[in-house]
């Protein structure tokens, strides 16, 4: 199952501040039903790839609807066809493996 990372970045805004896009951004992700994680650098979002591209999609547009007139998009994906994994999973095999490094030491 495909993992994607998006970031959407609206350039010149009055405020460095993006926090009220973000928040936007994450309305549209929670409407649509989307599975999804937020962090500090970027928003994480499980699903098959076309829901994936879709979202990106509609995120891209809300800095656009709020007036702004340049946006940059990024958008990193991981898609592993052997297996299904979620980004939950996938970070809690990262967890795990940190365990047993901390018990080693």
Same mark, same amino acid.
């Given at each position: 199952?495909?993992?994607?990372?998006?970031?959407?970045?609206?350039?010149?805004?009055s405020?460095?501040?993006?926090?009220?896009?973000?928040?936007?951004?994450?309305?549209?992700?929670?409407?649509?039903?989307?599975v999804?994680?937020?962090?500090?650098?970027?928003?994480?979002?499980?699903?098959?790839?076309?829901?994936?591209?879709?979202?990106?999609?509609?995120?891209?547009?809300?800095?656009?609807?709020?007036?702004?007139?340049?946006?940059?998009?990024?958008?990193?994906?991981?898609?592993?066809r052997?297996?299904?994994?979620?980004?939950? /999973?996938?970070?809690g095999?990262?967890?795990?493996?940190?365990?047993?490094? /901390?018990?080693?030491?």
């Open positions: 199952m495909p993992i994607a990372t998006v970031n959407v970045i609206p350039l010149g805004t405020s460095p501040s993006v926090g009220n896009y973000v928040a936007e951004c994450i309305k549209v992700l929670e409407k649509a039903g989307a999804f994680e937020v962090t500090a650098m970027g928003t994480v979002i499980d699903g098959e790839i076309e829901e994936i591209l879709n979202m990106a999609g509609k995120v891209h547009e809300i800095p656009f609807k709020k007036g702004v007139l340049r946006v940059v998009t990024t958008i990193t994906i991981d898609d592993r052997d297996k299904k994994v979620t980004s939950r /999973q996938k970070l095999s990262v967890m795990r493996r940190l365990d047993v490094a /901390q018990e080693d030491e």
